[in-house]
């Protein structure tokens, strides 16, 4: 009997062991913000109007997303890569794809221009915050690690952050967040804005809710780059969609593309299944390896 009632109240005390530790979980869980749902890009309402005089209705896809895209942007470039930035607008111009290249045959976006569109959803938990972008995924360390002395170099990059409770309530509210470890070529842009083919990029970042509209979440990006004359800040807005059920982006752009990469060439696939030309005196694709009629009459 006696033994019996000492199983029973160790037992009882395991039980409340448990219930004590789920309930300090769920109460360190609450301290971390609910950011459900969809954020989509904030688009001005009316144009926007660089200082000098560029504009662009209803706002192109941007980085700064008060300003229109490629040289609207007014990026702190360094000689050398706002020539790069012009050649790539001037190749556009002639139909060609400039910096913009891999992007246009579908390689992965990677950082800063991932974050350009949406809609991005981010999964808070206490270890790692998670930003959905369709096909694409950026996971921010929150778990108190330390910069890997290696990092293997990805589009995304490798992220480190830690959670801030700024008003002092208890409750976490700006996640901090810095990111490196890239390869690329990366742009920041689709005019082919570029960062440092170098990618030695760093970006530091604060997401924080809009104090006053909590449906805008505010993500204010600096960017470190040697392709830049100094650091460059912007303040990205993204808005909580009303729709309880939104439509995610799952599709790549290689599904239906119509653009075809060889080499450095892209040409246009037709409706025939025949390729034709993207711009003005560009060179057919390297035929050395097949063999023409005219080869083979060659050889007889």
């Not at 890009?41 to 706002?59: D, E, I, K, Q, Y």
């Not at 938990?125 to 995924?137: A, H, M, N, S």
């Not at 600096?222 to 309880?244: C, E, F, G, Q």
Request: glycine share 8%; aromatic share 10%; net charge negative.
């Amino acid at each position: 009997m006696l033994c019996r009632k000492l199983i029973c109240a160790i037992g009882m005390a395991s039980g409340a062991f448990v219930m004590t530790c789920s309930g300090a979980e769920a109460a360190d869980r609450a301290k971390y913000p609910e950011w459900k749902g969809a954020w989509e890009r904030w688009v001005p309402a009316v144009s926007v109007v660089s200082p000098s005089g560029l504009r662009t209705p209803g706002g192109q896809p941007s980085f700064d997303q008060t300003k229109p895209w490629g040289r609207g942007q007014e990026a702190p470039l360094t000689p050398e890569y706002q020539k790069v930035l012009e050649d790539s607008i001037a190749d556009q111009a002639a139909g060609g794809q400039g910096n913009n290249f891999d992007r246009a045959r579908c390689m992965p976006t990677g950082m800063p221009h991932m974050m350009t569109f949406g809609p991005l959803e981010f999964v808070v938990t206490p270890d790692t915050t998670y930003i959905l972008i369709g096909t694409q995924v950026r996971r921010i360390f929150t778990d108190g690690r330390e910069w890997p002395r290696e990092i293997e170099p990805s589009y995304a990059g490798y992220s480190i952050g830690r959670w801030i409770d700024e008003d002092g309530d208890g409750n976490y509210d700006v996640l901090e967040a810095e990111t490196r470890g890239f390869k690329g070529p990366r742009v920041y842009d689709a005019t082919g804005l570029p960062l440092h083919f170098d990618n030695q990029s760093i970006f530091r970042e604060r997401f924080y809710i809009d104090k006053a509209d909590q449906k805008v979440i505010h993500d204010e990006v600096t960017v470190i780059d040697h392709a830049l004359t100094r650091p460059w800040t912007v303040d990205k807005r993204y808005v909580h969609s009303a729709d309880p059920h939104p439509l995610w982006r799952e599709a790549s752009c290689v599904e239906g593309s119509e653009l075809i990469a060889i080499g450095k060439q892209m040409y246009i696939l037709r409706a025939d299944g025949l390729l034709m030309p993207a711009k003005k005196d560009q060179p057919p694709p390297d035929l050395r390896y097949f063999r023409t009629r005219n080869a083979e009459r060659g050889t007889k």
